[in-house]
């Protein structure tokens, strides 16, 4: 019951157009932002998850945490070229990438007003106001979709390996 005084009490602050009123309506306005669904789009999976794959058929880990200053260059090429091809095998396994635009590096692109931030960077002399005209410099990446196999644990990527014997 006491819900329903509230209400009523609540109505009639907001008839009177106040402070009150402009507070119920923010609490309101929250409230239906957060029954909204969230947006649908590919369920990304965590870095460990990636760091895992990456590490189980490219021994990418591996190869970032040692210090190559005193191999030669050919011997780094030659791992790195391993490293790559296991890496680039979990990409193409578990993951679908896209151009962010869809136009060829190096053609004329045009930004809108509105453009998003966090899918398109502007570079060089950037004035005034949208609609700008440039070159495409990178397509830029976009993660479709992912199937990441899910991990045992999550602090441990892979697990040592002992061998008997």
Do not use: N
């Amino acid at each position: 019951m006491a819900g329903l005084g509230l209400a009523f009490k609540a109505f009639f602050r907001c008839l009177r157009k106040g402070p009150t009123s402009d507070k119920i309506a923010e609490i309101l306005s929250q409230e239906k932002q957060e029954l909204l669904p969230a947006p649908k789009g590919p369920s990304f999976a965590t870095s460990a998850q990636l760091l895992a794959a990456f590490q189980k058929e490219g021994r990418f880990i591996d190869f970032l945490q040692e210090d190559l200053t005193s191999f030669p260059d050919a011997q780094v090429g030659s791992v790195a070229r391993g490293v790559q091809k296991g890496c680039r095998q979990v990409m193409q396994q578990y993951l679908t990438l896209a151009a962010v635009l869809d136009q060829k590096e190096g053609e004329k692109v045009t930004v809108d007003e509105g453009f998003d931030p966090h899918r398109i960077s502007l570079v060089g002399k950037v004035e005034g106001s949208p609609p700008f005209q440039g070159i495409l410099r990178h397509h830029g990446w976009r993660l479709e979709k992912d199937a990441l196999p899910p991990l045992g644990r999550p602090d441990v990527l892979l697990p040592a390996e002992v061998e008997l014997g």
